[in-house]
């Protein structure tokens, strides 16, 4: 039975620049298991995504995955949870960024979420481009009058890295019954992403279930986060770092362990071990 939880960022935190995850910190993760420590990796990746930097022996008990819509047993693969936008919210969602006229995709629900409909403007946005051409096999480029409505996953808008202020704000306040998650893109690490969601998805809300599940009490709880889109989850934790890469805005919110490069997630999982006398 496990008595306490680590939930960790992925990109930015786990993650080292080549996509691996660092040999300090993989150790971290197993001798929190050995402690009976509950072990979840929480990312804005998709499960598919995600399989292309984690393997089966990645040292953990869960993924939370597409920030909060999908939580899959790790072991089992078995996808114990996951939420989806109804077609009435979908066109919500679209209508407002095309009236906004940014570029977006419109994911397809679980488990097939990296399969996206986009819309672009033809406009200079080098990041939408490199996201299109990762998923290009997946990717199914639609215009306002041939876009194809149905059930989503998600809605991801896309900025250009050298936008002026982003439309983050304005989308929040017009979509305020929905979860609307402001991150920075891990493509090129400057471009702002806009994440639209069911108001029942958030990192914080899945670690929650996963909290309640095992029993365990909300002050035996570690959260190890790097960038906006993980504000939620740090908010919500008894105990919380971000890693020395994080934006300053966080890093002036938060106590800072040093940076993913440099193990950070690992000096968190010491300094919570060492406080809080877990055996």
């Known amino acids: 039975m496990k008595h306490s939880m680590v939930v960790t960022d992925l990109d ?28 979840i990796i929480a990312t804005g990746r998709s499960l598919f995504s995600a399989h292309r930097v984690l393997g089966p022996e990645t040292p953990i008990d869960y993924l939370v995955f597409s920030s909060g819509a999908g939580i899959v047993e790790w072991e089992s693969q078995c996808i114990v949870q996951k939420h989806t936008m109804s077609i009435e919210q979908v066109k919500t969602a679209v209508s407002l960024l095309l009236q906004m006229d940014l570029e977006f995709m419109v994911h397809e629900p679980i488990p097939d979420n990296h399969r996206f409909q986009y819309i672009g403007t033809g406009r200079r946005n080098p990041d939408f481009i490199r996201r299109l051409d990762i998923y290009r096999d997946f990717a199914t ?12 996953c998600q809605i991801v808008a896309v900025e250009p890295g050298d936008v002026k202020r982003s439309s983050y704000t304005s989308i929040a306040a017009a979509l305020d019954s929905f979860t609307v998650i402001r991150t920075t893109s891990p493509i090129d690490g400057e471009s702002p992403w806009i994440e639209i969601f069911p108001s029942s998805v958030s990192k914080s809300i899945a670690a929650e279930w996963l909290r309640l599940e095992h029993d365990i009490p909300a002050q035996h709880v570690l959260a190890v986060g790097n960038d906006y889109n993980d504000l939620d989850l740090l908010t919500w934790a008894h105990h919380r770092y971000v890693v020395g890469n994080a934006p300053a805005e966080l ?14 997630f690992s000096d968190a999982v010491s300094r919570w071990l060492s406080r809080n006398h877990h055996r």
Not at 251 to 264: Q, W
């Open 141 to 152: 480029p639609a215009t306002r009058s041939s876009f194809v409505y149905g059930d989503a």
């Open 12 to 39: 930015g935190t786990l993650l080292h620049r080549s996509g691996s995850l660092g040999k300090q910190d993989a150790e971290s993760l197993q001798m929190l298991g050995d402690r009976g420590v509950l072990r």
């Open 251 to 264: 890093k002036a919110r938060f106590k800072s362990v040093p940076t993913n490069l440099e193990n950070g």
